[in-house]
């Protein structure tokens, strides 16, 4: 049996609550900045056996990066050093997370935490040019398949198989050419804000541009004000510009697109790779790839046409091309593997990991688990199951109270939390019983489309908004052994064909499946009012419960968890 549903879901909320993360000062960055900088005479110059100078940006420069507290891992390839992130057990499903332009892997540092929290393995690389590998000094070296060969090395270097691939922006259009190449290297895929070009032989519309700076160019926001609206003559406009801006623009990009939010620690850090022109080869190149595609993406294209395994598009509503409803629904059409997955949009602009990452991070464990890896050997089942579902109920003035769940603490630590009057801590719950082939919460019960969680630090821990409690505890019947509780939620539960249910079954012919038990509990068999009756059902196809809005939670004498009704159940008893 796969790992139960509502764990799966509450390890959504596992981000780390980022005490432990480098947080600096304005002084400290500026400081970082100092060290690092060098007159480019000073600067070493260095060549590969294939004859590509580069320089490598010094140590110096990263000292004070603010809340990224991973550690540099790196790898050769051709004679280039790849900077990565590698995080998590080195045993666990593997997650390669690619930026784009003119970011780096300080792009993930919200969404790496969660991931890692969830169990898995977080490997975040640099490309070749950007963050804390190496950088090709000849803008002219940054070729697109270049960059796809380098990229697929890495991934042989490191020896990574049945990846889930998350890609934005030129990650995208890297990555996904890469899995069309090789599918079965990858076990699943989320694209957010991103696309793999497709330009018919004969009818490139851009070019390359002359790299020199103009120096009569102004400020980043000032200049791409006059982007025309055109998307092809707009893109060369931003390829002309990258190509040619005298100033460091990488964190103006970011900045620009979420709203001029970023902190100057958090501005400086995006910065922090590019300490003079001489490292900007990368970012002043990227875009120009674009005047290079040939054919090959292509049949890299047709190949995901044929990809069965899970695919998930996340779209930014601010992202106006790669993350468009238009670009989304492109993708859902055209790969198998999309049908029937949970896309979602965030109100997000076009580098989505920095307004939404945990949020976005949290999502992707939840489509993770709900598609569990298809191995040739099942798991063995684990010997002894534990309690989950640590849960609390926060009171609201209405009278109403929010559940909260979260794994991020252990049962020890939940037992010792202390929490504020009024509010109710949940026993938990065990693990592997009444456990559904798939059980996933569609969004928070305020959310307004499906994919809008709340997930809040509470008493130093995350918890995920998943129900509100409408009505508390009252008796259903005279004795009181079955207790109901009136709840909020948006959630879907699916039982394959076979499964076998315990089901309530009212009086009046309502039916409510049992979905948990106390960890705690004093007895396996409930106390069951006359008139009531509980019975076994095998269902003879795949059943999909969905408790939506209206949904009440019977409680037997021995704390047993039933909810429903269910007219499905209740048409077939």
């Known amino acids: ?45 260095n060549t590969t ?94 070729q697109y398949e270049q960059h796809v060969a380098w990229m697929k090395s890495f991934v042989s270097e490191l020896d990574l198989t049945d990846i889930t691939l998350f890609v934005q922006d030129w990650g995208s259009l890297i990555g996904l050419r890469m899995a069309g190449d090789d599918p079965d ?17 004969g009818f490139n519309p851009f070019t390359v541009p002359v790299f020199e700076f103009d120096e009569t160019i102004e400020g980043t926001a000032e200049h791409l004000s006059l982007r025309p609206t055109d998307r092809v003559t707009g893109f060369q406009y931003w390829v002309d510009f990258a190509a040619t801006a005298p100033h460091l623009f990488a964190a103006d ?18 910065n922090a790779p590019f300490p003079a022109r001489i490292y900007w080869g990368g970012i002043r190149a990227f875009p120009s790839m674009v005047a290079g595609f040939g054919q090959a993406n292509f049949p890299a294209y047709e190949a995901l046409g044929l990809f069965e395994r899970p695919f998930l598009f996340i779209g930014g509503d601010n992202d106006r ?9 492109k993708w859902i059409a055209h790969v198998p593997g999309a049908q029937g997955q949970p896309h979602t949009r965030y109100e997000a602009g076009h580098f989505i990991q920095e307004e939404v990452g945990e949020e976005m991070a949290a999502y992707v464990v939840l489509f993770m688990q709900d598609n569990p890896l298809n191995l040739s050997e099942p798991e ?40 504020p009057d009024g509010w109710i801590k949940n026993t938990p719950r065990e693990a592997g019983v009444d456990g559904p082939d798939s059980n996933r919460f569609l969004r928070s019960p305020d959310g307004l489309k499906e994919g809008d969680f709340l997930v809040e630090q ?101 704390e047993d968890s039933f909810q429903g009704p269910v007219p499905e159940l209740r048409a077939v008893l």
């Open 1 to 45: 049996m796969a790992l139960s549903g509502f764990l799966l879901l509450v390890m959504l909320a596992g981000c780390s609550d980022g005490s432990d993360n480098q947080r600096v000062s304005v002084e400290e960055a500026v400081q970082a900045q100092d060290l690092c900088k060098l007159p480019e005479e000073d600067i070493a110059v």
């Open 185 to 201: 290297k990858f076990a699943r895929i989320v694209v957010a804000n991103g696309d793999l070009a497709l330009i018919p032989d």
């Open 458 to 558: 509470l008493f130093g821990f995350p918890w995920l908004h998943v129900a509100t409690v409408v009505e508390q505890s009252a008796p259903l019947d005279e004795d009181g052994l079955l207790m109901v509780t009136s709840v909020r939620k948006y959630h879907e539960i699916t039982y394959n064909a076979g499964s076998i249910l315990v089901l309530l079954v009212a009086p009046s012919g309502d039916v409510y499946f049992r979905i948990g038990r106390n960890a705690n509990r004093v007895s396996d068999q409930p106390t069951i009012p006359d008139l009531w009756k509980l019975v076994e059902y095998t269902t003879p196809e795949k059943l999909v419960i969905e408790l939506f809005e209206g949904n009440l939670v019977i409680r037997s004498d021995n």
């Open 380 to 419: 063995p089942e684990p010997e002894e199951e534990g309690p989950r579902g640590f849960e609390i109920l926060e009171p609201q003035p209405d009278g109403t109270f929010r559940a909260w769940v979260s794994p991020a603490i252990t049962g020890e630590e939940f037992a010792a939390l202390e929490l």
């Open 321 to 329: 091309y790669l993350g468009s409803v238009a670009n989304q629904n």
């Open 253 to 270: 990009m970011v900045d620009l697109s979420i709203g001029n939010n970023l902190t100057q620690a958090e501005y400086d850090s995006y």
């Open 49 to 142: 056996a294939g004859n590509i100078e580069f320089v490598r940006t010094p140590d110096a420069c990263f000292d004070y990066l603010d809340d990224y507290p991973f550690s540099p891992n790196y790898v050769e390839v051709d004679g280039l050093r790849y900077h990565f992130v590698d995080e998590g057990p080195r045993d666990g499903e593997v997650i390669l997370l690619l930026h784009g332009q003119p970011t780096w892997s300080y792009l993930y540092r919200k969404m790496i935490p969660v991931l890692v929290e969830a169990g898995y393995r977080v490997v975040a690389p640099d490309h070749i040019g950007m963050g804390r590998s190496d950088k090709p000094v000849d803008p002219r070296v940054h």
